[in-house]
């Protein structure tokens, strides 16, 4: 949350939920919570408030969540008005993607305390980020560099370049050792970003400490052929001792922005 505090405990909160189904946090008299699930170009998202206060009940609860061009966002059930001590409320969302992006859309929370008065109002993101929308594609090694190779990227300027690359250290400046990046495959790329690992390609040099895979990006919008635009999206994580460097490639630049910036979020 900007604006009263508890920034850091929803910075936490958010990356958490870029690759669980649910997350929580509690700040002072308030929890907020999030569960989402994604199919295809679709997504549900509940938002959970919780009043921890023992004394003040709040009034004029809203929950805003401005429109953006890249998501169709609906209200699936309506938020209460008020709520006690202890008493929690959910605001239930149905997102459709429409277009590649690489921010989180925001929402404001806003209340009234009963027991001062006063008018509060927090700004947080929503974990909507576009991994969510990325399902698997399973590639051999001779098929993810080609089409790698295809995705090289062209000289000249671009706003958002097809090509993303970060070169950062690992959380807690720790080694990086062919179990961690063997963990990172399985519990980060695959499980929780919903990357495929290339097939014959990582194994073919053991002591390369590289991670590849890919995936594709779904929308909802219909291309000139009448089929919905999806976006195939490459990701090559190299280690070396404490640090990785990540190069994304993508058939769009947002997509590769939006890969590059959740993967380093969740390793560095």
Known sequence: MRGEGGTEDLTRLLLRACTLPCAYTC???????????????????????????ATGGWTALRADVPAVPYLKVSRQAPLAETLGPGESATLVLSAECLEPFEACPECTVGFVSGSTGATHAYSLRLPVVATGFMEPVALAAADFMARWNALAPAA??????????VVFARSGGLAIDAAELARVRTTVLSAGLHLAPTSGLDDANPAALQATAAGTFRTGSLGPNGQRVSVGALVKLDAAGSNYRLTVRAVHGKVALALKNVIKAQLG
């Open 156 to 165: 000249g300027a671009d706003p958002f370049p097809k090509e993303q690359q």
């Open 27 to 53: 700040a002072c008299a308030r929890q907020v919570g999030f569960r989402h699930a994604y199919q295809a170009h679709q997504a549900r998202l509940a938002l959970f408030l919780k009043n921890k206060s």
